[in-house]
């Protein structure tokens, strides 16, 4: 496929569970992205990370928390989530997003319902 | 704030015939990019066709084009020769390095190809 895998592919938690979400990217690239995909809506962009820092935090609620331990690796942690968080949840890389014209590869998401 | 928006949410279309898809985009910079994307159901978003704005000609993939009217913030997407494989959402996007490269997506549009 892309080269962006992501684990699980499904995940179904309660609201007082803590659980993450894994991305792994195998194309070399040092950016990572978390978005979020709801039914009817536009993707949303939650977080960028470039070289390891984070260099995008989009207005996102605490519940969510991100980490990157390298280039090839981000997570998104997950805790008391709300239902209304139930989505897909979309990883993509690229080369460092200063530079010009680099596509993003994204991975094929977790699908999340939160019960 | 750049905003996208593409006005079709779905669109049929029968197999081996040409379908068209508009997008509309807000933006007062003059140097960005424009991306169709597609995802198929249950897999994963891969990139169609990228337009630089700073560039005349119309992109070309295969059977995929764009019709990029710069002055009238214009990007349609053509598909020709439509085959069942092309069903997919079809989402187009905006980056600019104004606003940080960050990746703005339109709402979607459903294609549907019939036998």
């Known amino acids: 496929e892309t080269g962006v895998t992501q684990t699980p592919r499904h995940l179904v938690m309660g609201m007082t569970n803590k659980k993450s979400l894994k991305c792994e990217q195998h194309?070399?690239?040092?950016?990572m992205y978390w978005y979020k995909q709801s039914a009817k809506k536009p993707l949303e962009l939650m977080f960028v990370?470039?070289?390891?820092?984070?260099?995008e935090n989009n207005s996102v609620p605490s519940r969510f928390s991100p980490e990157c331990p390298n280039s090839s690796h981000l997570f998104l942690h997950l805790h008391t989530l709300q239902p209304e968080d139930s989505a897909l949840y979309l990883c993509?890389?690229?080369?460092?997003?200063?530079?010009?014209?680099?596509?993003?590869?994204f991975g094929p998401g977790t699908r999340l319902t939160v019960t | 704030a750049q905003t996208v928006t593409q006005s079709q949410p779905e669109m049929s279309v029968q197999e081996a015939e040409t379908v068209t898809l508009s997008c509309t985009y807000d933006?007062?910079?003059?140097?960005?990019?424009l991306f169709w994307y597609k995802q198929p159901p249950s897999r994963q978003m891969i990139l169609v066709i990228r337009q630089e704005a700073y560039k005349q000609q119309n992109a070309t993939e295969n059977r995929f084009s764009v019709n990029f009217q710069k002055a009238a913030k214009s990007f349609s997407l053509k598909i020709s020769d439509s085959q069942l494989g092309d069903a997919a959402m079809y989402f187009c996007a905006y980056r600019s390095r104004a606003a940080g490269n960050k990746l703005t997506f339109g709402g979607g549009t459903r294609v549907l190809v019939k036998p």
């Open positions: 993509a890389s690229s080369q460092d997003p200063s530079g010009r014209g680099y596509e993003q590869y």
């Open positions: 990370y470039s070289l390891e820092e984070r260099v």
């Open positions: 933006t007062s910079e003059s140097d960005y990019y």
């Open positions: 194309l070399g690239h040092n950016a």
